[in-house]
Nanobody, 129 residues
Framework: QVQLVESGGGSVQPGGSLRLSCTVT????????MAWFRQPPGKQRERVAR???????TYSDSAKGRFTISTDANSNTLFLQMDNLRPEDSAMYSC???????????????????????WGRGTQVTVTV
C-alpha cells in the first residue's frame, strides 16, 4: 500500500524559507513521477512543481526561480525547497505520485491533478508578517 506523508510546513515571514518533505512508503520513489500542489484558502488546487523519473524538473511561473523540487532515493523522500516566500504562497501543500508503469516515461510538463494516483494529506504553509 503506497502512502505519502508530508512534513515541514509552518509559519514564516516574507522572504523566509521552508523545506517541505514527502516520505513515500510502500514503494520505491523511483517508480513515480512526483509533484507538489498547493491549495490557498478559498481557491482551487494549483500545480507547483513536478519531477520525472529522470529528474527533469518543471515549475509553475510563480515557483520558478524560488522553489526547487528534488528527490532522495536513499530516504525515499520528495522535497520542495522554498526560498523568498511571499504571502501569496500561503496554502496547504500536498505531494502527489503518478505511476505510469515500469517501462513508461513520465509525461513532460506540469500535469493535471487527475493524472496522479496517490496523494498525501498536506502540510500548511503560512507566510505573514
Amino acid at each position: 500500500q503506497v502512502q505519502l506523508v508530508e512534513s515541514g510546513g509552518g509559519s514564516v515571514q516574507p522572504g523566509g524559507s521552508l523545506r517541505l518533505s514527502c516520505t513515500v512508503t510502500g514503494a520505491t520513489i523511483g517508480r513515480f513521477c512526483m509533484a507538489w500542489f498547493r491549495q490557498p484558502p478559498g481557491k482551487q488546487r494549483e500545480r507547483v512543481a513536478r519531477i520525472t523519473k529522470d529528474d527533469i524538473e518543471t515549475y509553475s511561473d510563480s515557483a520558478k526561480g524560488r522553489f526547487t523540487i528534488s528527490t532522495d532515493a536513499n530516504s525515499n523522500t520528495l522535497f520542495l525547497q522554498m526560498d523568498n516566500l511571499r504571502p501569496e504562497d500561503s496554502a496547504m501543500y500536498s505531494c502527489a505520485a503518478d505511476s505510469p508503469g515500469p517501462m513508461t516515461e513520465c509525461r513532460p510538463g506540469l500535469r493535471s491533478e487527475v493524472e496522479y494516483d496517490y496523494w498525501g494529506r498536506g502540510t500548511q504553509v503560512t507566510v505573514t508578517v
